[in-house]
């Protein structure tokens, strides 16, 4: 089995509504990776990645900026263990 990373994100601003979650779903499940997304309390989206390193730079690349209609203030990325997922959901 080739390389893993994982990286969680969660992003700051306009966020929610925007289907932001919608999006990195498509965008995840099309590049096989294994996670999660999902909108928080204070406004911000949470998301975690796990697959290839290509792939996952490339969702938190996507988050920096977000779906058209979202406007990404910030954004905090951190690098975890992988932890094994399989699949991608919205929760």
């Known amino acids: 089995m080739s390389e893993?990373?994982?990286r969680r994100v969660?992003?700051?601003g306009h966020v929610q509504g925007?289907?932001?979650?919608?999006?990195?779903?498509r965008k995840a499940r099309s590049r096989g990776l294994a996670?999660?997304?999902r909108n928080r309390d204070d406004g911000a989206v949470e998301a975690v990645f796990e697959g290839a390193p290509d792939d996952v730079r490339a969702l938190v690349a996507f988050c920096e900026s977000g779906?058209?209609?979202a406007d990404v203030e910030q954004?905090?990325?951190s690098e975890e263990e992988p932890e094994?997922?399989?699949g991608f959901e919205v929760r």
């Open 75 to 77: 954004t905090e990325t």
């Open 4 to 6: 893993q990373i994982r």
């Open 67 to 69: 779906p058209r209609a």
């Open 10 to 12: 969660v992003v700051h």
């Open 35 to 37: 996670g999660w997304v």
């Open 18 to 25: 925007v289907f932001f979650r919608d999006s990195t779903e």
């Open 84 to 86: 094994g997922l399989s």
